[in-house]
């Protein structure tokens, strides 16, 4: 998700100020994508010259931000158009494995299990903080645990299947053996 596209649907609820954007995109996601005020003022500048908000007049010392007709347009094609996996930003973990594979020396087995535990941790944790959203109003904040803990499950049968594709392609130590191509990670065993 864009902060772009997130900060217009919040403008679809009525004018905000930056402030209150800030606060309502945090709360919303849990907190999970914490956003600099300099991010939303700068998104909000560039929404403002593309003719997505209007800015409106200055209240208490801030300045409220409102929907145009363009920018309800460009949020209601956001939400009918699926997020597509080329938008998605890279994998860090799945590039950083394939450089520990063709690195001799590294202790990709090691790498593995240091990301297992990590993210056993963190699964652990988003568990945890499910228990404490249990009222209605939660449920924003609910959905976005639930999706870290399924991504956090996935990650982890993903490095059993690379643990498991290890053993079988790379029996002897990379630094001593051919080069295992990221493509041998995608085959399915």
């Not at 790379?170 to 493509?183: K, Q, S, W």
Request: aromatic content about 6%.
């Amino acid at each position: 998700m864009s902060i772009r596209h997130g900060l217009l649907a919040l403008l679809e609820r009525g004018p905000m100020h930056g402030y209150q954007l800030r606060s309502e995109f945090e709360e919303s996601t849990g907190g999970t994508w914490p956003l600099n005020i300099g991010q939303v003022y700068t998104t909000l500048a560039r929404l403002e010259r593309d003719e997505f908000v209007r800015a409106l007049e200055e209240h208490e010392g801030q300045r409220p931000y409102e929907l145009t007709e363009r920018g309800r347009g460009e949020v209601r094609a956001w939400f009918a158009t699926p997020v597509a996996s080329k938008d998605r930003p890279r994998d860090e973990l799945a590039v950083k494995l394939a450089l520990a594979i063709t690195t001799p020396g590294v202790d990709v087995p090691g790498v593995v299990q240091a990301q297992r535990t990590a993210t056993m941790r963190a699964m652990q944790e988003y568990t945890r903080m499910k228990r404490g959203a249990e009222r209605p109003e939660d449920l924003p904040w609910r959905l976005v645990l639930e999706a870290l803990v399924f991504q956090a499950e996935a990650e982890l049968r993903w490095l059993d299947h690379c643990e498991a594709s290890l053993v079988v392609r790379a029996p002897r130590a990379v630094g001593a053996a051919p080069a295992v191509h990221l493509e041998a990670l995608d085959e399915r065993a």
